[in-house]
T-cell receptor
Framework: AQRVTQPEKLLSVFKGAPVELKCNYS??????LFWYVQYSRQRLQLLLR??SRESIKGFTADLNKGETSFHLKKPFAQEEDSAMYYC?????????????FGQGTTLQVKP | DAGVIQSPRHEVTEMGQEVTLRCKPI?????LFWYRQTMMRGLELLIY????????DSGMPEDRFSAKMPNASFSTLKIQPSEPRDSAVYFC??????????????FGAGTRLSVL
């Protein structure tokens, strides 16, 4: 069954420290992976997607098919990065439009 | 475009009452999704539509929940009768199956429902 797992509900780091939000997936085909972010009192929005291979707000994520992971990383956390982060998977080949979300990780960046 | 528009933003009701949540997707989008967000369960997909037709409603918790999409610019999620455990934030999202934007979902601001 298709599944996305984010093992940490809460990740707390100090400003300037490196951040890694973990995401593992279970999918038999070729998935498309995303990270969505929800800042306080704002709507959920796309942060980045693996096919774009870009860095957004200093965040990067690499799809590792061998480890079935798509961890989100940032070398130096900022206080404004505090938010809820969701990893999501799309059925890349079947094109259903449906996303499967992980449980989410709250990132807290302390001053 | 103003993005996905949901109404109301907040709803407080009493147990047993009917609740109707509304969503206007982004013009031109052919997929519409309803999600529920709670602290315990995170973001759960309830139902989604493609070209106004329900495709997958396996996430709808029980018969008290129903959703409709009478046209491309409007959808409703109804809970009747409502129960305290339905208290959550309900999100609507839409997407467009185009080459560059496929599978990117755009979310509304959500409706925070409190059932007393």
């Amino acid at each position: 069954a298709q599944r996305v797992t984010q093992p940490e509900k809460l990740l707390s780091v100090f400003k300037g420290a490196p951040v890694e939000l973990k995401c593992n997936y279970s999918y038999s085909g070729s998935p498309e992976l995303f990270w969505y972010v929800q800042y306080s009192r704002q709507r959920l929005q796309l942060l980045l997607r693996h096919i774009s291979r870009e860095s957004i707000k200093g965040f990067t994520a690499d799809l590792n098919k061998g480890e079935t992971s798509f961890h989100l990383k940032k070398p130096f956390a900022q206080e404004e990065d505090s938010a809820m982060y969701y990893c999501a998977l799309a059925h890349g080949s079947s094109n259903t439009g449906k996303l499967i979300f992980g449980q989410g990780t709250t990132l807290q960046v302390k001053p | 475009d103003a993005g996905v528009i949901q109404s109301p933003r907040h709803e407080v009701t009493e147990m047993g009452q009917e609740v109707t949540l509304r969503c206007k997707p982004i013009s031109g989008h052919d997929y519409l999704f309803w999600y529920r967000q709670t602290m315990m369960r995170g973001l759960e997909l309830l139902i989604y539509f493609n070209n106004n037709v329900p495709i997958d409603d396996s996430g709808m918790p029980e018969d008290r929940f129903s959703a409709k999409m009478p046209n491309a610019s409007f959808s409703t999620l109804k809970i009747q009768p409502s129960e305290p455990r339905d208290s959550a934030v309900y999100f609507c999202a839409s997407s467009f199956k185009g080459a560059s934007s496929q599978n990117i979902q755009y979310f509304g601001a959500g409706t925070r429902l409190s059932v007393l």
